[in-house]
């Protein structure tokens, strides 16, 4: 879901840097061929996670949520000279979409894809992060949050997606992912151990800086 009146998102798109051509044929695909393309991050939240990922140039990533590979290579846009982003998701049929994409990419050999349980993943990986996204299962993200933390450096960003889910959070709260996304954002908010900002790009977007351990 979306906040803005669609004249002003559209006026956003035109005056931000454009889509590649491989992130173009991802998004088309994936709308031509996904149950449910609204997942795909898009033009200008692929174009921020981009941005946000060159001011930090990180050399290690974590991606909680592959999905078909589009914030994957937005993110990677960014890393440094041999840093790698590290992108699990627990579908394989995402994972096999993803990975063809991933091989015509500038960034081939700086994607570490994994498929699987990332609850159980994130802490076999054996680096720390600079740079975190999650936007999967919303009823574990308060897990994933509490898992990448541990591994995340000093000063390092988490990003979580959905983080408005629709605009539900701000109603009476009834269903589990609701629920999950209302007691993350709680998490959030009352951690000390960050500095944080909920930005209302797209379906909301929870940024957070690691300011201690």
């Not at 996670?49 to 974590?62: F, V």
């Not at 994409?101 to 609850?119: E, P, W």
């Not at 990448?148 to 009476?172: C, H, M, P, Q, R």
Request: aromatic fraction near 10%; charged fraction near 25%.
């Amino acid at each position: 879901m979306e906040f803005i009146p669609q004249k002003i998102s559209d006026y956003s798109n035109l005056f931000s840097e454009k889509e590649s051509d491989l992130l173009q044929k991802i998004s088309r695909e994936t709308h031509l061929k996904m149950i449910n393309p609204r997942m795909l991050s898009g033009h200008i939240q692929g174009r921020f996670l981009s941005m946000i990922s060159k001011m930090i140039k990180p050399m290690n990533i974590i991606e909680v949520g592959t999905f078909t590979g589009y914030s994957t290579l937005c993110l990677a846009e960014g890393l440094k000279k041999n840093g790698k982003i590290h992108t699990i998701d627990i579908n394989e049929e995402y994972a096999e979409f993803a990975k063809k994409y991933f091989i015509m990419s500038d960034y081939k050999k700086k994607i570490n894809q994994y498929v699987g349980d990332a609850t159980k993943i994130i802490p076999k990986i054996k680096y720390n992060f600079q740079l975190a996204f999650i936007d999967a299962d919303k009823t574990n993200y308060s897990k994933y949050y509490d898992l990448i933390f541990k591994k995340l450096d000093i000063n390092g960003y988490i990003i979580a997606d959905n983080v408005l889910w629709s605009g539900k959070v701000t109603e009476n709260r009834k269903d589990k992912e609701t629920n999950s996304i209302h007691n993350f954002n709680n998490i959030v908010m009352n951690d000390n151990r960050i500095e944080n900002i909920l930005l209302p790009i797209r379906d909301g977007l929870m940024i957070c800086r690691k300011i201690k351990n």
